[in-house]
């Protein structure tokens, strides 16, 4: 709006208490009388405003009245400048020399003093250039910084620090710094400020006032603002810098801003400058961690630990949280975290041309065009550049030959190769990943040798020149509009950006739930951990239980149930019977059968403490505890247990079955009766049994103690916090990392304290801070399956090969001798009935015998249907013929132990009536009900 008088143009500020007042004083529209349902205010000197210009902050009209009366305070004074005038009289017209007002009240308490006198060069509305004295009253500090009143910038005040220092107004302050020695408020109106040239104006003795960062392109603030967790700048450029990622735990008061206490980016720290009002950030109070070279400011210092040393001469240093993050920020790091993780190698890159403007997928190269027939899917070529807009001035695009047809998967492509297929829409299932327009303004501190141009007559983009005269602008702008980056980079597995826009809308990863790593989506559930927090096999579509089904977790409840209280029950009837016994041959049955039913015992004791680990300990969130478990003293206790009971329970049955055919030899040779127990007899059934105990303790222990630990130590577990080691590490991943870390090595078999030894020098260890590398456990011989069984499933490389094929072997043949004595027990005892067929005890010796060889039937069977196919499946396993780790449950929890139930039923008349009674009377109950019969009709 302006009034035209005489053609002259005058601004709104100039028709303060023109508008809405009535009278038209623009010549012929009237204008200054129109759209007055706008809320004014009038002010003490007449002058009309709009509300909204009304102490914003901004001077909107001539002296800055509209922000003279403000929060309670005056800032100049009012007086009659005539009879009917009220004059609004500046601050700086005060004490200047010349009187304004009528009374002379602006010339009044001017004396001079060294706390009342500013000099400054000041060019008044009457072109009159005088020394001005300004008072520092509360009045006449801190108003609103006014270019317009000064008129030629460099006439401000020589020493402005007077004029915007020690601010009345709470509001007007801007922040606090000292200033000739004493600390004193300023204006929020000098704090980076365009229009003051701070070489010329000294205002903080520091310079504070002027530590104003570019901090993107459409953004400048000063520091202070910075990582406040208020967003000053419209693109919030302010907190995703950087510098914002790691601040300090403790706070203080920022020189510049009234925000109160904040935390600092720890980059302040120790930086040479005092961003603190005491200064205190420069103190040496600040946590610190380490010594030497692994010196460092911290947040807190009650959380140091030691940190990873990089490899080579110029050995730096890196945050254990920031391993294997994808950044080459510590030499090879990177590679050493794909060695131990056995990671997939990631191609990135596309077959570019040398001006980089034609681009080619691998089997689209010249001479591989059969791969392309064979794949049926023929290759094409198309012009391709983001946004797909017409830029002044380039006219050149990138040639991109891809596959044609638009089926492809892209869940195994990265990089150039992700972004150039999904955005020419050739994915079946991946949308393309550019979204942020290259604008002039994003990425300030990237490019310095940018070239701006206007794309589609809209906005302005800029490009890079390239080879020749070709421009470029293929880069990815991240969601922070700080930071761009190459294709390449963008859907690597690698946070580049800092704010994982590059790697969130990308179709090929598997995201970590509580870490910011991305790994490819493949290795999702494929039996390896490849997340620190192991949610890539921990969750609902692969989590694991140590028993995998139903079936098996009721099965193993049943039979580990019956066969601790069926042997408990053969026990002690044994052992109430071996009390009573008179001859040689009971004493050594009853004996065995003893040992036997302790065997089964601890089989069963084994079968359900699984189980309740499986069901009530564990349950659906086992899959987090696994590499504990399986590396834990209890998993190798049960193992123990297991083995020595089904140790002890074959060789007592090998030696019962024995002691049977030499009694059934006896009676059909000799007829000679059995010796009488005596002490010497006694003596030695009690030597045979520690025997076997001993022998069966001997097998379940060798593969734990630690002498052996070299052939017996499957891999070993290090801390979390390594974030190299995930899982269980076996012994030849580490020795690859140990290559990678420490250079070429001699081909050669290091022990594990030698390997755990070098694991550790890679580590820093000072102060005694948390030494994650001293938590170190063994994945022992019972713990490569949750079932913690023997290790019976094993193949060619495993260097405990030799020990559980000599063990099968002995089982083996311990079972074909208990099958051949019980089969010559069963043509003794046909011969002895013989003689005795035509006596009255005919019939009672026949039951006997028919009874016994159905025993004898039960025994050879059942031995048959668990061991010979679980040793043939082991052989062929060793061969590598087919994998039987899928079975490894179903035999240590069902065909293995079975045993241990029908034992104590063969041995024990009674217990097999104990078991035969549920099953008996759930038959009857069926028949009393007629069931069949319903069924029938």
């Known amino acids: 709006m302006a009034k035209s008088t005489d053609k002259k143009i005058i601004t709104l500020s100039e028709m303060a208490g023109w508008i809405c007042d009535g009278e038209k004083d623009c010549a012929g529209s009237g204008r200054d009388e129109t759209d007055c349902s706008t809320t004014f205010h009038t002010l003490p000197s007449g002058r009309k405003i709009t509300s909204s210009m009304l102490c914003n902050g901004v001077c909107e009209i001539w002296e800055c009245e509209d922000e003279a009366n403000c929060n309670g305070l005056t800032y100049g004074i009012y007086c009659k400048r005539d009879k009917k005038t009220t004059a609004y009289i500046h601050p700086l017209s005060l004490c200047d020399g010349w009187r304004d007002c009528a009374n002379g009240e602006d010339e009044e308490n001017c004396e001079e003093a060294d706390i009342t006198i500013n000099t400054c060069e000041t060019k008044k509305t009457r072109s009159r250039l005088l020394k001005a004295k300004v008072s520092l009253h509360n009045y006449t500090v801190c108003s609103v910084f006014d270019p317009m009143y000064f008129g030629d910038k460099n006439l401000f005040c020589k020493k402005l620090m007077l004029y915007q220092t020690n601010c009345s107004d709470e509001v007007r302050i801007g922040g606090e710094c000292q200033i000739d020695g004493h600390m004193t408020t300023i204006s929020k109106d000098i704090i980076c400020n365009p229009e003051i040239e701070y070489d010329k104006h000294m205002i903080c003795d520091d310079r504070i006032e002027r530590t104003c960062l570019p901090i993107s392109k459409s953004c400048t603030q000063h520091k202070h603002f910075m990582c406040d967790e208020v967003s000053d700048c419209k693109d919030n450029s302010d907190e995703t810098h950087p510098d914002c990622r790691t601040k300090t735990k403790s706070t203080c008061r920022r020189k510049i801003g009234r925000r109160g206490n904040l935390t600092l980016p720890l980059v302040w720290i120790s930086d040479g400058v005092e961003d603190c009002i005491n200064g205190e950030d420069e103190l040496g109070?600040?946590?610190?961690?380490?010594?030497?070279?692994?010196?460092?400011?911290?947040?807190?210092?009650?959380?140091?630990?030691?940190?990873?040393?990089?490899?080579?001469?110029?050995?730096?240093?890196?945050?254990?949280?920031?391993?294997?993050?994808?950044?080459?920020?510590?030499?090879?790091?990177?590679?050493?975290?794909?060695?131990?993780?056995?990671?997939?190698?990631?191609?990135?890159?596309?077959?570019?041309?040398?001006?980089?403007?034609?681009?080619?997928?691998?089997?689209?190269?010249?001479?591989?065009?059969?791969?392309?027939?064979?794949?049926?899917?023929?290759?094409?070529?198309?012009?391709?550049?983001?946004?797909?807009?017409?830029?002044?001035?380039?006219?050149?695009?990138?040639?991109?030959?891809?596959?044609?047809?638009?089926?492809?998967?892209?869940?195994?492509?990265?990089?150039?190769?992700?972004?150039?297929?999904?955005?020419?829409?050739?994915?079946?299932?991946?949308?393309?990943?550019?979204?942020?327009?290259?604008?002039?303004?994003?990425?300030?501190?990237?490019?310095?040798?940018?070239?701006?141009?206007?794309?589609?007559?809209?906005?302005?983009?800029?490009?890079?020149?390239?080879?020749?005269?070709?421009?470029?602008?293929?880069?990815?702008?991240?969601?922070?509009?700080?930071?761009?980056?190459?294709?390449?980079?963008?859907?690597?597995?690698?946070?580049?950006?800092?704010?994982?826009?590059?790697?969130?809308?990308?179709?090929?990863?598997?995201?970590?739930?509580?870490?910011?790593?991305?790994?490819?989506?493949?290795?999702?559930?494929?039996?390896?951990?490849?997340?620190?927090?192991?949610?890539?096999?921990?969750?609902?579509?692969?989590?694991?239980?140590?028993?995998?089904?139903?079936?098996?977790?009721?099965?193993?409840?049943?039979?580990?149930?019956?066969?601790?209280?069926?042997?408990?029950?053969?026990?002690?009837?044994?052992?109430?019977?071996?009390?009573?016994?008179?001859?040689?041959?009971?004493?050594?049955?009853?004996?065995?059968?003893?040992?036997?039913?302790?065997?089964?015992?601890?089989?069963?004791?084994?079968?359900?403490?699984?189980?309740?680990?499986?069901?009530?300990?564990f349950g659906k969130s086992y899959c987090l505890y696994q590499i504990k478990w399986v590396t834990s003293g209890i998993c190798s206790t049960i193992g123990v247990l297991s083995t020595v009971g089904v140790q002890v329970s074959l060789f007592a049955m090998v030696g019962l079955s024995l002691v049977r055919l030499n009694g059934a030899r006896n009676s059909v040779n000799s007829m000679k009766l059995p010796g009488e127990v005596t002490e010497v007899k006694c003596f030695r059934v009690a030597l045979v049994a520690i025997c076997i105990v001993l022998a069966s303790i001997a097998i379940a222990i060798i593969p734990i103690v630690n002498a052996f630990e070299d052939f017996f130590v499957n891999g070993v577990r290090f801390s979390e916090k390594l974030r190299f080691f995930l899982g269980t590490s076996k012994k030849q991943d580490i020795l690859l990392v140990i290559e990678a870390y420490y250079g070429r090595m001699k081909e050669t078999s290091l022990c594990w304290d030698t390997i755990i030894s070098m694991v550790r020098s890679m580590f820093s260890h000072d102060f005694g801070y948390n030494d994650h590398t001293s938590v170190v456990t063994k994945l022992d011989f019972y713990g490569n399956d949750g079932v913690c069984l023997f290790k019976y499933f094993v193949n060619q490389n495993d260097p405990q090969k030799y020990y559980v094929w000599t063990i099968l072997g002995i089982n083996l043949i311990c079972f074909l001798l208990i099958s051949i004595s019980y089969f010559l027990i069963s043509l003794f005892t046909k011969s002895s009935a013989k003689p005795l067929a035509k006596s009255p005890v005919h019939r009672l010796i026949n039951r006997r015998n028919r009874k016994m060889n159905r025993k004898i039937a039960v025994i050879i069977s059942t031995d048959f249907i668990s061991w010979i196919p679980f040793s043939f499946t082991c052989v062929l396993h060793s061969m590598e013929i087919l994998d039987a780790t899928p079975w490894y449950s179903l035999f240590s929890m069902i065909i293995l132990p079975i045993n241990s139930v029908i034992n104590p039923m063969l041995y024990d008349d009674v217990v097999a009536g104990v078991v035969k009674t549920p099953f008996c009377f759930l038959r009857n109950r069926i028949f009393e009900l007629d069931v069949f019969g319903h069924f029938g009709t």
């Open 285 to 617: 109070i600040w946590p610190t961690c380490g010594a030497g070279k692994t010196y460092r400011l911290v947040a807190r210092n009650e959380t140091c630990e030691n940190v990873f040393l990089c490899p080579g001469e110029e050995r730096g240093y890196e945050e254990l949280d920031l391993l294997c993050d994808g950044l080459e920020s510590c030499g090879n790091e990177n590679r050493i975290c794909s060695l131990s993780r056995s990671s997939s190698k990631v191609f990135t890159d596309l077959h570019t041309s040398s001006d980089g403007f034609i681009k080619r997928l691998s089997f689209c190269l010249k001479g591989l065009g059969s791969i392309s027939k064979l794949s049926n899917n023929p290759c094409t070529t198309e012009l391709f550049i983001f946004p797909d807009h017409q830029f002044f001035g380039v006219d050149k695009k990138s040639e991109v030959t891809l596959p044609r047809l638009v089926t492809q998967n892209c869940d195994d492509m990265f990089g150039e190769q992700y972004v150039y297929t999904s955005c020419t829409n050739r994915c079946k299932n991946s949308t393309c990943p550019l979204k942020n327009l290259p604008r002039y303004e994003v990425c300030p501190n990237q490019y310095q040798d940018r070239i701006g141009t206007i794309a589609n007559n809209e906005y302005l983009v800029f490009f890079t020149k390239t080879r020749g005269d070709n421009y470029s602008n293929k880069y990815f702008v991240c969601d922070n509009k700080i930071k761009c980056i190459d294709y390449s980079q963008v859907c690597d597995l690698v946070d580049d950006c800092g704010d994982a826009s590059d790697e969130i809308s990308c179709t090929n990863h598997f995201r970590c739930k509580a870490s910011r790593l991305f790994i490819p989506k493949i290795e999702k559930c494929d039996g390896n951990f490849n997340c620190p927090d192991l949610s890539d096999e921990c969750n609902d579509l692969c989590s694991k239980e140590i028993l995998k089904t139903p079936f098996l977790k009721v099965s193993s409840m049943i039979i580990g149930s019956m066969a601790v209280v069926a042997n408990l029950i053969t026990i002690a009837r044994n052992s109430m019977a071996l009390v009573r016994c008179k001859n040689s041959v009971a004493l050594v049955n009853k004996t065995l059968v003893i040992i036997v039913s302790f065997g089964d015992f601890l089989v069963g004791c084994y079968l359900l403490v699984v189980t309740i680990y499986d069901s009530v300990i």
